[in-house]
Structures are given as C-alpha cells and as structure tokens.
C-alpha cells in the first residue's frame, strides 16, 4: 500500500506543477519532499528485509 500510495504521490507532479517532487525555485520543499522519499525508501527496503525479499537498488 505505501508503494502505491507514493507512485500516486509521485504521478501527481505530471498533472500539477505545484506537486512535483523537485521545484527549483523552492529549496525547502523540495528538500522536505527529499527527505520523505528517502524515508519512504528505507520502510520499503527493510519490510522486504524482513521478508527476505530482494529488490533492486535502481530500476
């Protein structure tokens, strides 16, 4: 659910402007932004660890 949830997330920067993730003009959104997906990340990467479930870095 949370990998569905961010690919939405993720796909609304195509329809709006306002909510990509990178916005070159504001800094700190887009950091704050960053800083959800590389939190996003890591509760995928260790639920499939605990599952024992391997999963490419890049795709």
């Given at each position: 659910?949370?990998?569905?949830?961010?690919?939405?997330?993720w796909s609304l920067g195509n329809i709006d402007y306002k909510k990509k993730i990178v916005?070159?003009?504001?800094?700190?959104?887009?950091?704050?932004?960053?800083?959800?997906?590389?939190?996003?990340?890591?509760?995928?990467?260790?639920?499939?660890?605990?599952?024992?479930?391997?999963?490419?870095?890049?795709?």
């Amino acid at each position: 659910e949370l990998s569905k949830q961010f690919h939405n997330y993720w796909s609304l920067g195509n329809i709006d402007y306002k909510k990509k993730i990178v916005i070159s003009n504001n800094k700190e959104l887009t950091n704050a932004r960053l800083y959800l997906i590389n939190n996003i990340q890591i509760i995928l990467k260790d639920g499939l660890d605990i599952l024992k479930i391997e999963a490419p870095e890049e795709m």
